[in-house]
Structures are given as structure tokens and as C-alpha cells.
């Protein structure tokens, strides 16, 4: 399933490299100051970065970052100059897709899911804006943070950055989580039912022992007296099966009428 996130990242690593150069502008957009802890978004950038333009006048210059307690981190020493920023839709999902590589992600929390870009680079937050809002997927924006929860806009997102096997993992996995949240509904819909119904026969069976012990199930009319020794003999039986196993049968709303009948009874010889 894909909430394996390291499926979505091998994805990606491996997909179709397009428009080059504005994948690489936009995972180095992505990061901080050129630095991310991301080692698979490094992996990518100097992957397509023979395919760029910059190759012909820039060679990287790497450095690794290791802190105790903290994730390694990678260090591009590049010239800010060299980033591209997008002219066109294509260039524009060419700059999404490596932007979201170095600073989004796919979440499936306890309950529900969503797609998120959460941008470090503070200069770029309202480009980032426009550009989202150029692919006409409906996005929400909080703080520095852009996030889609719709199942059909991720969908569209993800296949448009050429992660096309993901987005069949995706909605695979949203279609078994459905799935199982109908079923749960409908188990604690029953559970609910059965408490409801033995609840209402306990009250019931306490009312039965009343009656006894007051000594007027004889004087009963024969309708009543018969719910009253049904009722005894099948203490486990539901509204409906008391109904049903009456001569003649009788609905569950007149079964509960006559138990307000007894219980008036009942009240009425205290």
C-alpha cells in the first residue's frame, strides 16, 4: 500500500526526467539555503543535473552535514542565479514535481489523507501560490504551507509529476480504507442495536417479575399476558422476534405499545 512512503519516493528517483532544468529549480527551491536532509532528493538532482543546462558552466559542489541525533543532511553550493523559475503549464509541473520532492509529501493519518508542500523559502511563497493555483486543483494555503485533500485533484497532482503508479497505489489504498470505514459503520450500527435490544429486554424482564410478584398476570387480557410469558421464556429475543412469535404476529411498534400498557398496569397497583 501506498502508505509505505518510501515507495513514493522510489517513484520518483527513478521517473521520466522533463524539462530538466525546471525540476532541478524547483527541488532546489525546496530546500534551505540549498540543504536537505532528503538523501533521495539529492540522489535526484545530481541525476538530472547532466540533462540541465547548468551542467555546461556548473559543476555542484558537495558537502555532507552530520549532526548527532539528526538525519544527515546534503549541501549544494551552487549560485542562487542559476534557478528557473517555470513560463508555461509544462515547465510548471516540471517545477512542481521536483519541488515536491524536496519539500512535499503524501500523509494518510489516523483518519483521512492529503497531499502536502510545505515551503522553507520564504521568497517563494507567492510564486508557489500562483503556480498552484495555475494547475486549478483546489488547494488550501496556511501559512507557509499548501495542502490538497481532494481525491480526484491528488490524483490528477501525482500523475501530472509522472508518479502515475502511486496515484493507482493511492486511490487503491483510499478504496480499502472506505471499504473498512463502511464496514465499521455498519459493525457499530449492529453493536449499538444489540445494546439497545438487550437493554430493553432487561427492563422488560423486570417488569415481567413486578407483575408476577404483584400477583396480576392472571387478570391480564390474553394479549397481554401472552407478550408477558414470551417475553419470559425468550429473554434474549428482540422487539421484532417477541412481534413475530406472537399468535397472531404484530408489528415492533405495536409489541412496544403493549409494553407501555403493561407498565401503566403495573403503576396503576402500586
Known amino acids: 500500500m501506498i502508505e509505505n512512503r518510501e515507495k513514493i519516493w ?14 532541478a529549480s524547483g527541488i532546489l527551491m525546496g530546500m534551505r539555503n540549498f540543504t536537505t536532509n532528503r538523501l533521495k532528493a539529492a540522489r535526484r538532482l545530481m541525476k538530472i543535473w547532466s540533462s540541465t543546462s547548468y551542467a555546461q558552466n556548473f559543476n555542484p559542489g558537495i558537502s555532507m552535514i552530520t549532526r548527532k541525533n539528526y538525519k544527515p543532511s546534503v549541501r549544494f553550493n551552487l549560485p542562487d542565479k542559476i534557478l528557473k523559475f517555470p513560463k508555461g503549464i509544462k515547465t510548471s509541473w516540471a517545477w512542481l514535481k521536483g519541488i515536491f520532492g524536496s519539500s512535499g509529501g503524501l500523509y494518510f ?13 520564504k521568497n517563494i511563497l507567492d510564486f508557489t501560490k500562483t503556480i498552484l493555483e495555475s494547475t486549478k486543483l483546489s488547494w488550501a494555503s496556511r501559512k507557509n ?3 490538497l485533500r481532494n481525491h480526484e485533484d491528488i490524483m490528477t497532482f501525482l500523475c501530472n509529476i509522472d508518479l502515475t503508479f502511486n496515484a493507482l497505489e493511492f486511490d487503491n489504498t483510499v478504496m480499502i480504507r472506505s471499504v473498512k470505514n463502511r464496514a465499521n459503520l455498519q459493525s457499530n450500527y449492529e453493536i449499538a442495536n444489540i445494546t439497545r435490544s438487550s437493554k430493553a429486554a432487561g427492563e422488560q424482564l423486570k417488569l415481567c417479575e413486578k407483575i408476577i410478584k404483584a400477583g396480576i398476570l392472571e387478570t391480564l387480557p390474553d394479549k397481554l399476558k401472552s407478550i408477558v410469558e414470551l417475553r419470559i421464556k425468550y429473554p434474549e429475543y428482540s ?3 417477541l412481534g413475530q412469535n406472537l399468535f397472531p404476529s404484530i408489528s415492533k411498534s405495536a409489541v412496544k405499545y403493549r409494553w407501555r400498557k403493561l407498565q401503566k398496569i403495573m403503576e396503576d397497583n402500586l
Open 145 to 147: 504551507e499548501f495542502t
Open 239 to 241: 422487539l421484532d422476534e
Open 109 to 121: 493519518p489516523k483518519n483521512g489523507y492529503y497531499l502536502a508542500l510545505i515551503i522553507s523559502n
Open 10 to 23: 522510489d517513484e520518483w528517483l527513478i521517473s521520466e526526467i522533463k524539462f530538466a532544468d525546471y525540476e
